[in-house]
């Protein structure tokens, strides 16, 4: 009775190394090598990948995290800078004169000021700059913190920075630009 095996190999080794493997009842130590190296070449791959999947998870977890502060603080000077009502000490004035935001921020130069706060593994560099809507860009003419009634727009930027696993520092930046409103 010849067996499935038997056909197998007859069929797919019909010469006479077919016979040579027919004949064979066990694996020689060769071919268990090699079934070892291969297994252990997939495994190294496999592990190098899990690492891998590891790292960038964790990266963009800290990037949603510097992402959502950043977020936070912009929003944080924008809610400020928009809801001044008539009289009130907040607002555009309140973010723009030396009395209100601008007190508890670092003076860079007239038209420039900074602060950093740090939470965590993360520092949020907060800046404030004036903005020449007629050159497109900072200012660096008459209008400056020191007439803020003169301002017409600031630039806001925010930009937080952290150092990752591999010990390379990364940083995310939000940056808007603030219109004064006008009330008649």
């Not at 066990?26 to 090699?34: D, F, H, K, Y």
């Not at 900074?114 to 800046?127: A, G, K, R, V, W």
């Not at 497109?136 to 007439?147: I, K, L, R």
Request: net charge neutral.
């Amino acid at each position: 009775m010849i067996t499935f095996k038997q056909k197998m190999v007859k069929k797919l080794f019909p010469n006479h190394f077919g016979k040579l493997i027919k004949n064979q009842n066990g694996l020689t130590m060769l071919e268990v090598a090699i079934g070892l190296v291969i297994l252990a070449v997939a495994l190294v791959a496999f592990l190098s990948s899990a690492g891998n999947v590891s790292y960038f998870n964790k990266r963009a977890e800290q990037e949603n995290k510097a992402t959502q502060l950043a977020s936070n603080k912009m929003e944080e000077i924008k809610r400020i800078s928009t809801n001044e009502a008539t009289g009130s000490d907040y607002g555009f004035s309140y973010v723009t004169s030396q009395t209100g935001l601008l007190a508890s921020m670092t003076r860079n130069s007239a038209y420039k000021y900074s602060s950093s706060e740090t939470e965590d593994d993360y520092t949020t560099t907060t800046t404030l700059e004036v903005y020449d809507t007629s050159t497109g860009a900072v200012a660096n003419g008459d209008v400056s913190f020191d007439t803020p009634d003169q301002i017409r727009v600031i630039q806001s930027t925010v930009e937080v920075t952290w150092t990752d696993m591999k010990g390379q520092s990364k940083s995310v930046q939000l940056a808007t630009l603030l219109h004064r409103r006008q009330f008649i």
